[in-house]
């Protein structure tokens, strides 16, 4: 995949914060998927500037943790999300529902080996669309698991 025009990367940015605030104005119910998958929302600190960043992201659940693809569409960059959490794995997540959004404190790790096959089994059976991604770049996609550091009850796939 060829390299994202500055333009594409704005506009990218500009969809992504008109998502992270229509997110938080409906307390999660828009956009409650993207091509099928469920969205939260993922609030790091960024590793140059030491601001906060926000980033809607697909996920799925792995018992109480959830489960992200750093995948950035497909496109050969590591999205910065994901630099930004190497750097410092603990983060914030919002996610919605019934009762509008939770802020949940997490800390990040990747997953390796087994637990990464198992996950990317059942994350690209589930939401297809990270095959597309996968077929367009020979990068390699971390699945990062982010756990729960506050209490959060348990959900299954």
């Excluded at 950035?72 to 590591?78: C, E, I, K, R, S």
């Excluded at 790790?109 to 996968?134: K, T």
């Amino acid at each position: 995949m060829a390299k994202r025009s500055r333009f594409l990367v704005a506009l990218i940015r500009y969809v992504c914060d008109r998502q992270v605030s229509t997110y938080r104005k409906s307390g999660g119910r828009r956009p409650a998927t993207v091509r099928g998958i469920p969205v939260l929302l993922l609030t790091t600190r960024g590793r140059k500037s030491g601001l906060p960043r926000t980033r809607p992201l697909g996920y799925g659940r792995d018992g109480r943790r959830f489960v992200v693809i750093a995948s950035n569409g497909g496109d050969d960059a590591t999205p910065a999300w994901w630099l930004n959490l190497r750097d410092d794995p603990v983060a914030e997540i919002e996610v919605g529902g019934a009762d509008g959004l939770s802020a949940v404190k997490v800390r990040a790790s990747q997953a390796a080996g087994e637990e990464h096959e198992r996950l990317w089994q059942v994350m690209s059976s589930r939401y297809p669309a990270y095959l597309s991604y996968v077929a367009k770049t020979r990068r390699p996609f971390p699945i990062v698991v982010l756990e729960p550091i506050d209490g959060l009850p348990a959900s299954s796939w």
